[in-house]
């Protein structure tokens, strides 16, 4: 295992630059790797950058002004109407972008690695949520990838509740140590505490 | 006037369908190699802008390797030698997606039917979401919120409105495809797994926007979960 082979996830908006950062926690186990993917991973972080990101519903200038059935995105933006969500709620949309790095915080330059989550709510679960809808994201040269985090509620009128929810993730189908953790509100969507 | 703008935008929602090739028409060259008879499809998609569905197909045509090297055929030709040996119907259908199924007599949850398929202008991959989340909310009508994560893809590619009624996953599938810029639905289990009470990763969409070799680990998975008892007999 003489090189760098443990992959971290680092996490950025779109717009913003590589956040870097990664915890480093022994956990070695097998993989079936292969390229530059391979040998042990050891853990695995996503970190934002706070205080930016998060596209609200109800302030973009562009966008529809609120989640609500019906409604229209006509610039693309999803609603809980396109999302599918149960009529009449509302809710946050957030678009990150992730990047799969080594533990070293080096980028795994490797496109076409398929990064899919597990998402399952757990308690406090104010929202009411039952039901996760979850992807498959094929990295780019750059072991980069979009994600966009979602909730739509019913119980989303004036209300304060959030959601807790874990957060798996797994590299062409092998699972990664580290697991986030997400709080879903109406007003915001944070990943391990962080972001909006 | 408002007339006027109706009939503007639906002839505007008709001519932006870029699935609509003429499968007769002479490709020059197509050379596969590297993959599934899968992954041959989504470059050939690709290549001549061709939408696909794929359904219910047979576990081997995602795992075993395929190879073509073929010059001046036509399009049609092309899917008929990909998929020759593979006991599947083939057929373009009126929105020009080609529908490649392999014959079922279980009634799978791509015949079941979506109430209402009520939705605004979004992209491919977001549409696709809704039609999922609709699909889970028909069997659980009291549920207060959903929530997860989704890749959002193309940004450019939007599509719809849609307002639809009673039709299949299957049809749905078909439609909002066949308004992309060029895409392919592949059923990510077959027919006989596709049952309640599962809802879940049922079916993907790949754009044609990136390379289709990136997705090559993605029709690997599928082939790694398809159950079975599917193996061709």
Known sequence: MGTAAEFAFAASFATGDWSRSSVKRPFPFTSRGRGRVRSAIQDTILTHRSGQGGNSFRSMNTGPSSCEQGQDGSNGLPTCATLGGPTGSRGWVRNVTNQLQYQDGSAVLQSGITMADTITISTPNGLGLSGTSTGSFPTTGDGSFPDTYFDCSKLCFGSSSTASAVQSWTWNGTGLFHTNGLVYSCSSITIDGKGK | ?233
């Open chain 2, 1 to 233: 006037m408002l007339r006027t703008f109706f009939i503007v935008l639906v002839f505007v929602r008709l001519v932006s369908a870029s699935c609509q090739p003429n499968l007769n028409a002479t490709v020059q060259t197509f050379t596969f190699s590297g993959g599934s008879r899968v992954d041959a499809i989504l470059e050939l998609g690709k290549q001549t802008n061709i939408c696909f569905g794929l359904r219910n197909l047979p576990r081997s045509a995602f795992v075993e390797p395929a190879s073509f090297r073929l010059k001046n055929q036509t399009a049609r030709l092309i899917i008929d030698k990909i998929f020759d040996g593979e006991r599947v119907d083939i057929k373009q259908m009126p929105e020009g997606l080609v529908y490649v199924s392999r014959p079922s007599k279980v009634s799978s949850l791509f015949d079941y039917k979506i109430a209402e398929f009520d939705i605004g202008r979004a992209t491919l991959q977001t549409t696709s979401l809704g039609l999922k989340n609709r699909l889970v909310l028909q069997f659980v009508p009291g549920t207060q919120g959903i929530a997860g994560s989704y890749y959002s893809g193309d940004q450019t590619d939007l599509i719809g409105p849609f307002q639809e009624y009673q039709k299949t996953i299957t049809e749905l599938l078909t439609l909002i495809v066949s308004a992309s810029k060029g895409a392919t639905w592949i059923s990510a289990i077959p027919d006989s797994a596709a049952v309640l009470p599962r809802t879940e990763n049922l079916w993907v969409v790949i754009e044609y926007n990136r390379s289709m070799r990136d997705y090559r680990s993605l029709t690997e998975q599928i082939a790694r979960n398809f159950p079975a008892s599917e193996e061709p007999k």
